[in-house]
């Protein structure tokens, strides 16, 4: 299994920005789909947006389309997200995930690999 690490979350205000970045260490791991989930306090861990191996599929949850955007560079076996126009009920913990095939997955057992993740919060 691949190893995940994210980073570049922080505190932020309503409105703002900021990117996340997944590293890979299993070179693998660049043919593999890849999502972002989120877990805030007292909720259960959910889907944010999932990449296919190529890159060329994408899924976003309802809550974050046309704000968040997921890409991916292969070469530098790299996930990010990019979040803009942030709310404060985006306000959670950020985990990269990878599952073991190259077609894109939306549920949470669908991926095998998993961060330790990376906390964003947002203040209004």
């Known amino acids: 299994q691949a190893q995940l690490l994210e980073s570049g979350g922080g505190l932020v205000q309503a409105g703002d920005s900021l990117r996340l970045s997944c590293a890979a260490s299993?070179?693998?791991?660049?043919?593999?789909?890849m999502g972002w989930f989120r877990q805030a306090p007292g909720k259960e861990r959910e889907l944010v947006a999932t990449?296919?191996?190529?890159?060329?599929?994408?899924y976003y949850a309802d809550s974050v389309k046309g704000r968040f955007t997921i890409s991916r560079d292969n070469a530098k076996n790299a996930v990010y997200l990019q979040l803009n126009s942030l709310k404060p009920e985006d306000t959670a913990v950020y985990y990269c995930?990878?599952?073991?095939?190259?077609?894109?997955?939306?549920?949470?057992?669908?991926?095998?690999?998993w961060g330790r993740g990376t906390q964003v919060t947002v203040s209004s």
């Open positions: 299993d070179r693998t791991a660049s043919s593999y789909a």
């Open positions: 995930a990878a599952r073991s095939s190259s077609l894109i997955g939306i549920r949470r057992v669908d991926f095998s690999s």
């Open positions: 990449i296919s191996g190529s890159g060329a599929g994408v």
